[in-house]
């Protein structure tokens, strides 16, 4: 019944977009053209100007917020991200995952369904866009956002798990909005959490239309139009929709599924050309290292000079890794394991794969093939720049960085997907998920035929927005995470703590 239900909406968006198509063939511009228009205007001075206000410091508050609860949370788990690096790859390669524990996905789908709304455009697009406004120092404040914000997402991913709900039928339901308000309400600040965890979650769903349908759908497009010349943007929208609504039917399971078969096979193509184009360009990664970290510290002819380097670098970072904003702990909370801590370890790798490790390839083919400062591509931004740094050195990769494009957007859209459907349940309830969804699937199609600066600001602004509830919730729920880990740590190093495979041979021997 369920399905039988999606086939006739899907069938219904497909007529007035077929509808729509016709009107911008014959009359040529019509309803897209007034579109853009009033988006451009909501943006600019609607959205942008509430969440992205600097007061005359240059620094935009949302940045420093993010940066400042990295810090912090850094040193007070004492480098968490960089002692426990081990352990979460020993427990993503499955060491501790039990069926027995309460869960829908293991710990390995959890990662790669964070990763997949996280390892995406904004590492193709995003990366170019920085180095192109703040010059190639940009990639370097990007790295350290990535990894200072590690720790961010280990607090908020173990925060996710240890506040989630269980539902009769087995679902997890988890994320900022449950852990802000359950988490604040053991602290006797049950309002306080309320309306914290209100409005996460109206970002949040701002942030799955913004930045994880409507920015993807837009780039990813501007990606395919250049291998398929005159393919109209209403039908790759229309395509792109009717995918999307086919995937999120099923939930976290089927998104863990698909994310666990795309997401490593789409970032294992990505950093193979990488690594081709600079082994080809061998003895000049010297030199672009050496502009990356001379234009962190001494930017020449870039709008702001170090301050707007260094803003450039962390607001790409934390668009691209999310973390600090409180995504990705919606997705871990449905890991199978009754140890939030464990969890929280496994999601502080996520900035590290997606920032350090995929963020910085993009860079240093970037800044070697000099894209970023040729008049020949001038003008050229995002998804194309990048797609043209690659075809200077492999005639043939733009073709192929169009598929690896239209998997990023379409993995990170299914994702976001989740995310977004969990905070509509926590405002809105179950029954009304349905009108959700079709917000969603219409978000999609618009972001494939408006104007790429209005849907990167508000992308920006909503998905940085989350920050604001978020990491206040977080501050006031840090110090019980950091007993937790303490004790899962001392339970670690002791040998107390045993891997899947040692408890069952255990078992087996009494």
């Known amino acids: 019944m369920r399905r039988r239900a999606w086939l006739y909406f899907l069938l219904f968006l497909l007529i007035p977009s077929v509808a729509l198509a016709q009107e911008e063939t014959v009359g040529g511009g019509g309803f897209i053209a007034r579109l853009n228009e009033s988006f451009t205007w909501f943006v600019n001075e609607i959205i942008f100007a509430v969440l992205f206000f600097d007061a005359g410091t240059g620094i935009p508050f949302i940045v420093l917020w993010l940066v400042m609860g990295a810090i912090i949370f850094t040193i007070q788990m004492r480098f968490i991200n960089i002692r426990a690096f081990k352990h979460a790859i020993d427990v993503v390669s499955g060491k501790y995952d039990d069926p027995n524990e309460t869960g829908e996905v293991t710990h390995f789908q959890a990662l790669a369904a964070a990763l997949s709304a996280t390892v995406g455009l904004g590492n193709i697009a995003g990366v170019a866009i920085a180095i192109t406004v703040g010059g190639p120092g940009a990639a370097f404040w990007m790295t350290i956002g990535g990894l200072l914000g590690m720790t961010s997402k280990f607090v908020e991913c173990t925060l996710g798990q240890k506040y989630r709900i269980i539902k009769p039928d087995g679902t997890i339901s988890g994320g900022p909005m449950r852990y802000l308000s359950r988490g604040l309400a053991e602290r006797g600040m049950a309002g306080f959490g309320k309306v914290l965890a209100i409005l996460f979650s109206i970002l949040c769903i701002g942030g799955t239309f913004g930045g994880a349908t409507m920015f993807q759908a837009n780039q990813s497009y501007g990606a395919v139009a250049g291998v398929i010349p005159g393919i109209p943007s209403w039908l790759y929208g229309l395509v792109l929709m009717v995918l999307v609504g086919l995937v999120i039917i099923g939930g976290i399971e089927r998104i863990g599924i698909v994310a666990g078969t795309i997401v490593p096979a789409m970032c294992l193509i990505y950093v193979i050309a990488s690594v081709w184009i600079l082994l080809a360009n061998f003895t000049q990664i010297p030199t672009a290292l050496g502009a990356i970290i001379g234009g962190a510290f001494n930017p020449q002819a870039v709008a702001g000079g170090f301050i707007g380097v260094m803003v450039q670098g962390f607001r790409r970072s934390a668009f691209s890794n999310e973390a600090g904003i409180g995504s990705a702990a919606i997705a871990h909370s449905a890991a199978r394991t009754e140890e939030p801590v464990r969890e929280g370890i496994v999601a502080l790798l996520e900035p590290f794969i997606d920032t350090v490790v995929v963020c910085n390839m993009t860079a240093l083919v970037i800044v070697i093939t000099g894209v970023y400062d040729d008049a020949q ?129 255990m078992s087996e021997s009494v």
């Open 377 to 505: 591509f001038a003008g050229l931004s995002g998804a194309e720049l990048t797609s043209q740094a690659f075809g200077t050195v492999i005639g043939w990769f733009p073709t192929l960085l169009a598929l690896s494009v239209f998997l990023f957007a379409f993995s990170t859209m299914i994702s976001w997907g989740y995310y977004g459907e969990r905070s509509w349940e926590y405002l809105f309830g179950d029954r009304t998920v349905i009108i959700y969804k079709v917000l969603l699937l219409l978000a999609v199609f618009t972001g494939a035929v408006v104007d790429a600066g209005p849907v990167i600001d508000f992308s920006d602004a909503m998905l940085l927005g989350m920050a604001f509830p978020n990491l206040l919730g977080a501050y006031f729920l840090s110090g019980s995470v950091l007993a937790d880990l303490n004790d899962y740590m001392h339970r670690l190093r002791s040998g107390a703590m045993l891997t899947y495979a040692e408890e069952k041979s």
